[in-house]
């Protein structure tokens, strides 16, 4: 068991190498979007923070992609200290925060219910900022007015280029999702082939023993018969 147990974790692992990791932490750089894939041990709980501002929007979506059951426990807390969400042995879910406050919002994972089994958990967390955006708008405008650049339209630009920008955004955290998926599917595909290979020996086992009982009774049988006396 100990050796099976050591080759399952190897495999979470090597998967976990694998799959995609944009960070180590959250909210060490200016990026709005990060995702992070990581292993929870058995019987633990580990908490991540991501710093917000006021009046942002925040997305958080977190999937299991390996480990028995493809579920955990995930809790969003604000940063006074409420449970802005609860959720209980889930394998996936998107929850949104509009408006977000001034601090620190901690995303626990919990995987104290399992005692022997790890999971991978895949989270993603895509922040709004109002700010920035109020930003870019002011300085298309000054760029507008000191330039004189109204035949070239720079509004209609900047809009056609934020309507890009989003799509290309959405894009992005459709394939990371998507690679996700990937992720659990080939976890679940080796985890059956192993599965199919080991019963499909014991029952090629099972077939070789039964032969072998059957020509030996059958030799048994031919053998009594010859030393029976006429």
């Known amino acids: 068991p100990g050796t099976i147990m050591k080759t399952a974790s190897a495999q979470l ?5 694998l799959t995609l990791t944009v960070g180590l932490t959250l909210g060490l750089g200016p990026s709005k979007n990060t995702g992070f894939t990581f292993l929870l041990p058995a019987g633990s709980t580990e908490c991540f923070y991501q710093s917000t501002a006021m009046n942002d929007s925040m997305e958080v979506e977190y999937q299991v992609i390996a480990g028995s ?30 408006p977000t406050a001034d601090g620190d919002y901690r995303l626990c994972f919990d995987n104290s219910f399992s005692k022997l089994s790890e ?10 900022s109002q700010s920035s955006a109020g930003g870019g708008q002011d300085e298309w405008l ?3 007015t000191s330039e004189s650049m109204v035949d070239y339209k720079m509004e209609d630009i900047r809009v056609r280029m934020d309507s890009v920008h989003l799509y290309l955004e959405k894009s992005r955290q459709v394939q990371a999702v998507l690679r996700a998926f990937e992720a659990r599917d080939r976890y679940l595909l080796e985890d059956n082939l192993w599965r199919v290979s080991f019963w499909s020996c014991v029952n ?15 030799r048994r049988l031919f053998d009594d018969t010859k030393r029976v006396r006429t």
């Open 13 to 17: 692992c090597l998967l976990a190498y």
């Open 142 to 144: 000054d760029i507008v």
């Open 204 to 218: 090629l086992l099972v077939m070789l023993t039964v032969a072998g009982v059957q020509i030996y009774t059958l």
């Open 119 to 128: 999971k991978m958990v895949f989270f993603e967390v895509v922040i709004n």
């Open 69 to 98: 059951g493809l579920d955990v426990g995930f809790a969003l807390i604000s940063p006074s200290g409420h449970r802005l969400v609860s959720d209980f042995r889930r394998s996936d879910g998107i929850h949104m925060v509009d």
